[in-house]
């Protein structure tokens, strides 16, 4: 745990002054990139419900920045995902990822591998729900 405090230490001041000059560049979208690897280094650390609050959150800096349909945007919705199948959230997990995908295919292309992963991740809810013909 120790050696996440300095880093997560690090990325929250960077966040903050981010926060707090929205408007100054990228701000808006560099906070919710800051917020997604503040979050990732929670889960790191084992507090996945700090970590399930700041990818919701940076998903709505991404949102707010670049709009609703911004691939930025669907990797934070992807993290959100992951976290909702683990704890046993199926039908959030599957809501997400929905909306990921979407938001993937619409940017990147059906063919994209960030479109095949989301599908992987709803295959896994789908299978572990029992529906294999879904998944």
């Given at each position: 745990?120790?050696?996440y405090?300095?880093?997560?230490?690090?990325?929250?001041?960077v966040?903050?002054?981010?926060?707090r000059?929205?408007n100054?560049?990228?701000?808006?979208?560099?906070?919710?990139?800051?917020?997604h690897?503040?979050?990732?280094v929670?889960l790191?650390?084992?507090?996945?419900?700090?970590?399930?609050r700041?990818f919701?959150?940076?998903?709505e800096?991404?949102k707010?920045a670049?709009?609703?349909?911004?691939?930025?945007v669907?990797?934070?919705?992807?993290?959100?995902?992951?976290?909702y199948?683990?704890?046993e959230?199926?039908?959030?997990?599957l809501?997400?990822?929905?909306?990921?995908r979407?938001?993937?295919?619409?940017?990147l292309g059906q063919?994209h591998?960030?479109v095949?992963?989301?599908?992987?991740?709803?295959?896994?809810v789908?299978?572990?729900?029992?529906?294999?013909?879904?998944?």
């Open positions: 745990a120790g050696e405090r300095e880093a997560l230490r690090q990325l929250e001041v966040a903050d002054d981010q926060k000059r929205p100054r560049a990228d701000n808006k979208f560099l906070a919710g990139m800051t917020l690897n503040i979050a990732v929670h790191l650390d084992g507090n996945d419900d700090e970590a399930l700041l919701g959150e940076a998903a800096l991404k707010a670049f709009g609703p349909e911004h691939p930025a669907a990797e934070s919705l992807d993290e959100i995902g992951i976290q199948f683990a704890r959230r199926p039908d959030d997990a809501r997400v990822f929905t909306e990921a979407k938001i993937r295919i619409n940017s063919d591998p960030k095949a992963l989301v599908l992987s991740n709803m295959g896994c789908y299978f572990q729900q029992g529906r294999h013909d879904m998944a």
